[in-house]
């Protein structure tokens, strides 16, 4: 009775061992042979408002049931007023943001919301809440611990419409918005047999947070770059994260 029962567990040890290094070899495949890595949902949805009162981004995709903060990390104080883009009905308003402060909403239904700062009425905003929404991370064989996370809206661009984007750079240590990112976003037709550039944005991203429209106008497929050239205003090897997008 005692071998029997020194067998079995010897047996689940065997067991637990391999799963483990089944789960390794996986993980290692993945890794080496650059397949992309999808975060998990970690990072908090924010819009910044920076220096010189500005948001830095003023289109926001969000999926149905999440939460936005708006963060101040300008010199002054701030207010935050969330309007239904149709009706004008008031949907939530923060009490007064100090600096190095934030106010937070969670947008239960879908729609288009407006937000605005009652105490600089040159900002303003729109936040398109749907669940036609898509998310895509890379962020492994990233040289410089910065992960390229980009969300579009809508999942299936429409032809002759707008395809809004957002380009988040993360730090993978921090989970939180990489600042002062020299970048470009680039939009490759891939029809024809090779890729042909449609559109290209090049900018410096001060919080780590970017925003994107285009207008694909032909069926098709095509393929989005984000490559990192500086980060903190120093030169790096450069990152690129590839995506595909089919119209």
């Known amino acids: 009775m005692k071998e029997t029962n020194v067998f079995g567990r010897y047996y689940q040890i065997y067991n637990a ?12 495949i993945s890794w ?15 819009i910044t408002m920076i220096m010189n009162s500005r948001y830095d981004v003023t289109y926001y995709p969000l999926n149905v049931g999440k939460t936005i903060f708006w963060s101040n990390k300008d010199n002054v ?18 009490d007064t943001i100090k600096p190095y402060s934030n106010f937070s909403h969670t947008f239960e239904k879908a729609g288009v919301y ?8 040159q900002m303003g905003g729109t936040v398109s809440v ?3 929404i898509t998310t895509n991370t890379v962020f492994n064989n990233m040289n410089n611990n910065v992960g390229i996370q980009l969300t579009r809206e809508p999942t299936k661009p429409t ?63 095509y393929v989005i770059k984000v490559t990192i050239y500086y980060i903190l205003f120093n030169p790096v090897n450069p990152d690129v994260a590839t995506f595909n997008i089919t119209t």
């Open 32 to 46: 080496f042979t650059g397949l992309p890595h999808v975060l998990a949902d970690t990072k908090d949805n924010t």
């Open 159 to 221: 032809l002759g419409k707008d395809t809004n984007f957002l380009i988040n750079f993360i730090n993978e240590k921090t989970k939180k918005d990489q600042e002062h990112v020299d970048y470009d976003f680039v939009i490759y037709s891939a029809n024809g047999g090779e890729n042909k550039q449609v559109y290209k944005k090049a900018l410096h991203s001060v919080d780590g947070l970017e925003q994107a429209t285009y207008r694909f106008l032909q069926p098709g497929k």
């Open 77 to 94: 104080d701030h207010k935050i007023k969330i309007t239904e883009s149709t009706t004008g009905k008031l949907v939530s308003e923060s």
């Open 130 to 132: 749907s669940k036609d």
């Open 114 to 121: 407006h937000f605005s700062d009652p105490l600089n009425s």
């Open 17 to 28: 061992l391999l799963a483990l290094g089944l789960i390794i070899v996986i993980i290692a």
